[in-house]
């Protein structure tokens, strides 16, 4: 089978935009969780979230002034970022200089939703009598095709260009579409990721969930806690990470930087049967994920070094370790490392996956474990299964070899990643 490897990265995240503030954070378990006056303006019991800072000047290299006329889309505004930024970590070409479609060159771009604030704005627009005022990108920004529309123009990309979109799965899931579409040898790259917007008419439906978190809106870097005892919830989160995905054959033609390789992995669904719902996870669909994640990467359960879990910080962490173990057959001593980066940008949905994968390709490629923070009350469950040494909650330097990283989402689906270091 096609060897298929990751060349280029790219994230937009709460504690880092732009890959290198973003891996100085993680390494120094720096958290991007801010406290929001809007969303306690708005009465939410979570007035806490991980939201990208952007600045003027960094959209200015991705967009020019006339697309920002009028534009109001995070989820637009933080995949284009992520992703060209990926694009242009590969070596590879992009701009309006550009004068044929790369053919062998798609995007896969997941997300939960898109330009909801754009949306929002039309709407009152609309209610005004003002329909003719909408302008001419209404649709772009707000369609959820929008986010792979707007990389492809921006690239020339001419193979598929797609938008995925399994709730916080998507990220890892759009990963996985691009691996099977290089290994059937329908393309030769694939740009992929995820992203989401952000703010309260995103997150207000959580918050009415009561799935966030109630508690530390005095302390925002303390307030996302996988893993802990006295976690009570997420953190809403808002962002993009981006991954180029291409053949081993075509990287080494390019000469292109090589972070990692996909050994493999598996998608699936728990049907929400068994316990499984809307909003919880059928443990036999999880482990039988991680299972055949394993088995289609073709490497033995006690070969992973690391575990980079879902962990969102709510009831289901404890379930989830439990799931890994039985998933493993390891516990003990033998489990292996375990981290979760929703301690330190919160969660960030549909965009979730894409983010936590770009910080398990760095670990793996620079040889270090980033830090749990706010899991030194440690969830007696997961105590039982794992030692405190294999969370840790200081940067730990690691030559790590095999990483596998999962995301498990609402409807009841699961996807599984494991991520080798590249070796020729």
């Known amino acids: 089978m096609t060897r298929v490897v990751i060349t280029g990265l790219g994230v937009v995240a709460p504690n880092g935009t732009g890959v290198p503030a973003f891996t100085e954070a993680v390494r120094q378990g720096v958290s991007g969780i801010r406290y929001d006056p809007q969303l306690e303006a708005l009465d939410f019991s979570c007035r ?16 020019d002034p006339l697309e920002l006329k009028g534009f109001n889309s995070g989820a637009v505004l933080y995949g284009v970022m992520a992703g060209m930024e990926a694009w242009q970590d590969a070596g590879l070409p992009a701009g309006n200089d550009i004068q044929q479609p790369d053919w062998d060159s798609g995007a896969i771009f997941g997300t939960g939703s898109s330009g909801v604030d754009k949306m929002r ?42 938008t995925n979109s399994s709730a916080c799965t998507t990220g890892a899931e759009s990963v996985l579409m691009a691996y099977d579409r290089i290994r059937a040898g329908k393309a030769r790259r ?38 802990s005892a006295s976690a009570t919830g997420f953190v809403p989160g808002a962002g993009a990470g981006a991954l180029v995905v291409e053949s081993l054959e075509s990287a080494l033609e ?14 699936n669904s728990g049907g929400q049967r068994n316990e499984g719902s809307m909003t919880a996870p059928n443990s036999e669909a999880v482990q039988r994920c991680i299972r055949e994640a394993v088995r289609d990467a073709g490497i033995h359960p006690d070969e992973i070094d690391a575990i980079n879990g879902h962990l969102t910080a709510t009831s289901k962490d404890a379930a989830e370790v439990t799931n890994w ?5 390891r516990s003990g001593e033998q489990f292996p490392y375990l981290n979760a980066l929703k301690c330190l940008v919160g969660h960030c949905l549909s965009a979730s996956g894409s983010i936590e994968l770009v910080a398990a390709v760095l670990q793996l490629q620079q040889g270090f474990l980033f830090p749990n923070i706010n899991s030194e009350d440690l969830h007696p469950e997961i105590a039982a299964i794992v030692p405190r040494e294999k969370i840790p909650q200081q940067l730990i330097h690691k030559d790590l070899q095999v990483i596998a990283k999962a995301s498990f989402g609402f409807g009841d689906v699961n996807a599984c990643i494991i991520l080798k270091k590249y070796k020729r």
Not at 146 to 162: D, H, M, P
Not at 198 to 220: E, I, L, S
């Open 325 to 329: 173990s039985l998933a493993l057959n």
């Open 190 to 227: 694939i740009l992929a990721g995820s992203t989401t917007d952000g703010g309260p008419y995103v997150w207000g439906g959580f918050d009415a969930m009561k799935v966030c978190t109630f508690k530390n809106n005095d302390r925002p870097a303390a307030g996302s806690r996988p893993m």
């Open 254 to 267: 390019r000469n292109a930087p090589i972070y990692a390789e996909i050994a493999g992995g598996h998608v």
């Open 121 to 162: 704005e039309a709407i009152y627009r609309m209610d005004e009598l003002q329909v003719r005022r909408l302008g001419s990108t209404v649709v772009a920004q707000t369609m959820a095709s929008g986010i792979s529309a707007w990389l492809g123009g921006k690239l020339a990309l001419g193979n598929q260009v797609t």
């Open 48 to 63: 806490i979230a991980g939201t990208p800072e952007v600045t003027e000047e960094m959209k200015l290299r991705y967009f």
